[in-house]
């Protein structure tokens, strides 16, 4: 393990009490400035969902959805049942998948800014092929390339807020990924309500418009500073040591300067981190690994981000009434995510991932019930009830906001020691990508099939992962990043596998 815990004993644990520093404000512009890279995966999320019922965008590249969208006669759970306009979502996730895994050996050799960097230049050029799209084999180009470019942001960006960030306020600025992320869905549904009274061409400024996130994510990127982690892996130790000053605000880091090149040590010793991650010694984080982002995804909230526009018309909402809904669902999720920021440090990561469940599990019954009791095939809700589904959905969004939302990516950045962290964020991303990809091109086949029964589907599933949380999780607030193996060690399950030495 890292910070001298193999070599050392004790010792590393000891050095914990004598780290200095505190948020500088060089530390805070860089962590925001790296953060926009959730902005770019928030954009997406929001803007699919919206262009996808855009009468003008069907008619041009999904013509059967647009006739059946159209007709009276159409059950109202089946109207948007197209594994092609399905594709156009997922597409992007699957590529995003691919990419990760490739971004690992890059971010790991030539640093966190170079894939922030290249998933930003990636996602750019994406968003302007999307926008001048002229048929679908274009359109489905340009959503590949804006997976290339979340799939490289998603993997470096957490691991760039977990290594600058001081061990006790890691919590918080890690989730100025997830605040980008969520200000991103905002943004873009906002920009579906505003774009869809420009007619033929509105769709194509929502697709274009993600380019201004990219372009940050990419200018901002040549700008930042590397890690000190990243920096001593790749044996620059005295430009590692300067930048970790720098953002203590100190020249008093020498304990946590020693848990990073204690960790470079043994980093640098692992030829093959992937393989090396399915030792027993890393059995927890990986776990970790595979189930937090596959519970973040299977919550059911990328279902209600994606497709909130066509959720709400499928319950019976016009056009606008969809838009404005999902919008104000944007809105509360970005909100939401302040209260995690707010509270992780000092709350810490169980009580707010079981809370948020036990909150999530209650909505999600609710909704299936108003649904399957008020709402027939060829119905419409009535205004009380559409009222209520909507304050209901936003108060999931909102226990998701400030717990599984940005807890889902901060746990796993946060629990792997240096020689395996890239490998570990290529598999939690490229978990959460699959799972986003499955989810994406099932939902509205589901949606047909269980009809208000999807909700209690998921519902089932939040009900597994916060059970899987209070057994398997341990609180991992204000412990050292490079000292996280101690968590195992004592923990009354994980301990079996991991050594005391």
Known sequence: MAGGSFAQGGL??????QYQGKATAYVIIACFVAAIGGSIFGYDIGISGGVTTTDEFLERFFKEVYRKKKSAHENNYCKYNSQVLAAFTSSLYLAGLVASLIASPVTRNYGRRASIISGGVSFFVGAALNAFAVNLAMLILGRILLGVGIGFGNQAVPLYLSEMAPAHLRGALNMMFQLATTLGI????????????????????????????????????????????????????E???EILEKIRGTKNV??????????????SAIEHPFKNIFSKRNRPQLVMAIFMPTFQILTGINSILFYAPVLFQSMGFGGNAALYSSAITGAVLASSTLISMATVDRLGRRALLISGGIQMITCQVIVAIILGVKLGENQELSKGFSVLVVIVICLFVLAFGWSWGPLGWTVPSEIFPLETRSAGQSITVAVNLLFTFIIAQSFLSLLCAFKFGIFLFFAGWITVMTIFVY???????????????????????????????
């Open 254 to 267: 020498d304990a946590e300067f020693q848990d990073i090149v204690d960790a470079s040590v043994i980093s």
């Open 471 to 501: 057994v398997f999780l341990p609180e991992t607030k204000g412990v050292p990043i490079e000292e996280m193996t101690f968590l195992w060690r004592k923990h009354w399950f994980w301990k079996r596998m991991v050594p005391e030495y």
């Open 12 to 17: 590393a644990m000891e050095r914990a009490g």
């Open 239 to 241: 430009r590692g040591r």
């Open 186 to 237: 905002f943004t873009a549904n906002m920009v579906n309500y505003g774009t869809q009274k420009l007619d033929n061409w509105g769709w194509r400024v929502s697709l274009g418009l993600a380019a201004i996130p990219a372009l940050m994510m990419t200018v901002g990127g040549i700008f930042l500073p590397e890690t000190p982690n990243n920096l001593v892996e790749r044996g620059f130790k």
